[in-house]
């Protein structure tokens, strides 16, 4: 019963969202995704698509690779359908908590402003499930309102949330993670319109350590840095020695 509240409410806000279309939050986590290394031919799974707004920003970069969009709301995924299709876009109605998709190891799996939405006691298997399709090379991306955001709104614009907008606190997400296998490689707290909005994370599965020189990685250029960078410091040492 829940879920068909949560699914009727999206349903009946298509058209807000297409109002509202792409903003600076929503352009802003597609530049993050860009740093990350998201290319032509990357392979994405989209999980809470919505009605395809972050979508429409992944088929411009993404021509040769896949992406997978799955949503709970028939509407919002007909309407990306009927506006946002290409060969290499599948749409899906399924709830996120217990998705099915055909990618193999996608490059990327994105939560985009989504966890506040599913309850909270869903989190744990959801992230199972979400560890369970990912390859050794899979970033998992989380983008979430910072959770006194969130209790902020609900303490003073309870008017303007969602069916399901809860503050999804920091150390029990942080414990689910890792129980499902997976480690954070980046977090970052930032604003767009107020300071401390959102936060960002950027998980993989875990691995065991395996002592590799990161010299072996590098660039030309990188390693011709970072021999600039070591003669400055021997000056600096030598400097301190005199």
Not at 194 to 199: I, P, S
Request: net charge negative.
């Amino acid at each position: 019963m829940e879920t068909e509240r949560v699914s009727a409410f999206y349903d009946s806000y298509v058209r807000e969202q297409a109002a509202t279309g792409i903003n600076d939050r929503i352009y802003g986590v597609y530049e993050r995704l860009i740093g990350l290394g998201l290319n032509a031919h990357s392979s994405v799974l989209e999980l809470g698509c919505g009605i395809g707004m972050m979508t429409s920003l992944l088929k411009r970069t993404i021509n040769q690779g896949q992406i997978h969009a799955i949503d709970l709301s028939e509407a919002s995924i007909a309407y990306g359908k009927e506006h946002i299709a290409t060969p290499n876009l599948t749409f899906s109605t399924q709830d996120i908590t217990a998705f099915e998709t055909t990618l193999n190891y996608p490059d990327y799996i994105t939560l985009i402003d989504v966890l506040e939405h599913v309850p909270l006691e869903k989190h744990a298997a959801l992230f199972e499930r979400i560890a369970a399709v990912m390859g050794p090379n899979t970033r998992f991306v989380i983008n979430l309102p910072n959770p006194d955001y969130i209790a902020h709104d609900i303490a003073l614009e309870a008017h303007s949330l969602q069916v399901i907008d809860q503050p999804v606190p920091f150390a029990p997400m942080i414990q689910q993670l890792d129980a499902a296998n997976l480690e954070l490689m980046q977090y970052e707290k930032y604003g767009i319109w107020h300071h401390d909005e959102y936060q960002w994370f950027v998980l993989r599965l875990k691995r065991p350590f395996k002592e590799e020189t990161i010299d072996s990685s590098l660039t030309l250029f990188q390693k011709f840095l970072r021999k600039i960078k070591r003669f400055r410091i021997k000056r600096i040492n030598n400097r301190l020695l005199q």
